[in-house]
């Protein structure tokens, strides 16, 4: 599997990074372990988490299997923060980027993974109600103290990514490293302003769902599969926003280039978003072995100009002024 700089800094990322989305609920132990080892024998390093994700669980699986099957070494570990989750009643969450919310629920990853670093660390979702120089803080704070290698943000716009990495570098402490955002033939809205703030900036994007939340696998063309994430109590509302029609005619698009090149809708999706310009890395989050493995399958595929010229245009986002002027 090829591996890639992570923007400008020294730090090496595998072409496909593995989410962990499901582990510790859909994904048990000993599935996840599978997962792991597929994707290391792959070639894969970038191993995606975040405290949120299962509310722990996802993190506990990791550090157990980086306890007993896995060399630390091996992976390229990234966790996220900055979404808080209380109960009253009903499980309920909000962003929470303060610093003193930021810097906990790292030191409690690091104790469910096991580990006393990350190679990078994310806020995970943009909180309105902290400002930005308090986010900033927690984040050089981390560097400094060695928790973390590297920082970067998830899930914000444009602007807000770029004024984070000018009040990192002002403080002359560590550089935005990366962004993590949703892209894939589905979604391409970070092609209109943060993939080119990315490039003139010099922080790179791992993109994740290259497979449009298992849309673009066409699993869901006649009905919603009763074992698929659509049909989960917990992650139909994560996929139901591509079911509608207006993506219909993306998804047969996939599906007639897999059939022209005698290869599976999951393998062109992948290989269309891997090869994106300006991506380091795409994650591929899976809920069983066979699913990872079918979607590693894309890594021979190069997908022919005239194929990805016609899913571009597909696909693309509306762009108009100012970012077309």
């Not at 499980?91 to 190679?119: E, F, K, V």
């Amino acid at each position: 599997m090829e591996h890639r700089r992570l923007g400008r800094t020294g730090l090496r990322v595998s072409a496909v990074g593995l989410g962990t989305m499901t582990w510790g609920r859909d994904t048990d132990e000993l599935e996840a372990k599978d997962q792991l080892e597929i994707f290391l024998d792959a070639g894969g390093t970038l191993l995606d988490t975040a405290a949120s994700y299962c509310e722990g669980a996802s993190e506990e699986v990791i550090g157990g299997l980086l306890a007993g099957t896995v060399d630390r070494r091996d992976v390229v570990l990234v966790s996220k923060a900055g979404v808080r989750t209380w109960r009253t009643g009903a499980r309920s969450t909000a962003a929470d980027a303060s610093r003193g919310t930021l810097l906990d629920t790292l030191d409690d990853s690091l104790a469910r993974l096991g580990t006393d670093h990350l190679d990078l660390w994310l806020v995970q979702v943009p909180d309105a109600t902290t400002p930005l120089e308090e986010t900033a803080d927690a984040l050089r704070i981390a560097v400094a103290s060695g928790r973390t290698r590297y920082v970067g943000v998830s899930n914000h716009p444009a602007w807000a990514s770029v004024h984070l990495a000018d009040l990192l570098r002002e403080a002359g402490g560590p550089g935005l490293a990366a962004v993590e955002v949703e892209h894939s033939l589905l979604s391409r809205g970070i092609e209109r302003e943060l993939l080119p703030a990315a490039t003139g900036l010099g922080f790179g994007v791992i993109g994740y769902a290259p497979l449009g939340r298992g849309v673009l696998t066409g699993k869901y063309r006649a009905t919603t599969p009763p074992d698929s994430r659509g049909a989960s109590p917990h992650l139909r509302a994560y996929v139901a926003p591509y079911l509608g029609e207006r993506f219909q005619g993306i998804v047969e698009a996939v599906a007639t280039a897999a059939v022209g090149l005698d290869r599976k809708p999951v393998e062109v999706a992948l290989a269309w978003a891997r090869d994106a310009a300006g991506m380091a890395s795409t994650i591929v989050g899976a809920r069983t072995p066979g699913q990872l493995r079918g979607a590693l399958a894309a890594e021979d595929l190069d997908l022919p100009a005239q194929i990805r010229h016609a899913l571009d245009e597909v696909t693309a986002p509306e762009v108009g002024y100012p970012e077309r002027f």
